[in-house]
């Protein structure tokens, strides 16, 4: 008899606590629909609000040894349907040793564009999109990228506030003005969204685009710090919401989840970064296609290949 009462609570207890598990599931995924709807209203209409995708279909290599390489592009179309790309990184993860280095191209790098000839490199992305961009990195560098993720600047204003709510730390060494919309006074100072934009975009100083770069790796290490804090592993459904209609990528889940548990293990890393073309290794040129950076191209075709770690055997 005791033995059967011994039982029977055995069973209430395992009932109840999958009871339990099962609600805190349930109120995990409603919390998650929220934020995520949350973050969709706060989105307004991004350049990706509705499919619209005209460009040949990505066809990156399925990535090895635990690294993938995402190729990010930073576009701000202004209202033309194929706009020349802004911004071109090329964001490395292990998946082994939770390391993430970023790869950032000067976009008037001068290159072998596939069917185009020698161009700018930032017009491959206008002539075919993400894939061009694939096949150029891959033709002229001999490097893979696996995934794709372009992002309008009007929503790196907006993700930039939701993953930095307190704004990030920069300190302006000038005054920046000219082609950004806005004016940005020199010292140390706390910018949010838009000034944030206007702070990685700014390039008419004597640095010009290799100034520009350097800001944008500072920002994009400040975001990635933030978005490994406990504020943002909280509202990673929102800002899933947030960047629905100003990011295209082909990114999978799997492999967003891969990246953000990488992050958080090792979120006290350094992130590592690299300009191509690098110090001493292009010349300034101008050619029928305007000014461009003409490079070394083994020079710096091997160091990107070091780098991003490429060289297995």
Known sequence: MEKKKKAIRKRKRIRNLLLLIFLLLALVMDYCIYQYQKGLSEAEDGSYKEDQKTFDEFEGSEPQFGEMNILLVGSDSRGEEHSRADTLMIAHYNQNTHNMKVASIMRDTYVDIPGHGMQKINAAYAFGGPELVRKTIAKNFEVDVHYYAVIDFKGFSKLADIMAPNGIEVDIPYKMSYGIGTTLQPGKQVLYGDDLLAYVRFRHDRLSDFGRVERQQEVMFKLKEQAVSIHNLANIPKLLGAADPYID?????????????????????????????????????????????????????????????????
């Open 249 to 313: 990528t082909n990114v999978d889940t799997r492999a967003l989840l891969s990246i953000g548990k990488g992050l958080v293990a090792g979120k006290s890393k350094e992130m590592e970064s690299i300009r191509i073309p690098l110090q001493g290794s292009y010349e300034n040129e101008t050619v029928s296609v305007g000014e461009v950076l003409k490079i070394h191209l083994n020079q710096n075709k091997q160091s990107l290949q070091d780098f991003l770690s490429l060289n297995h055997s």
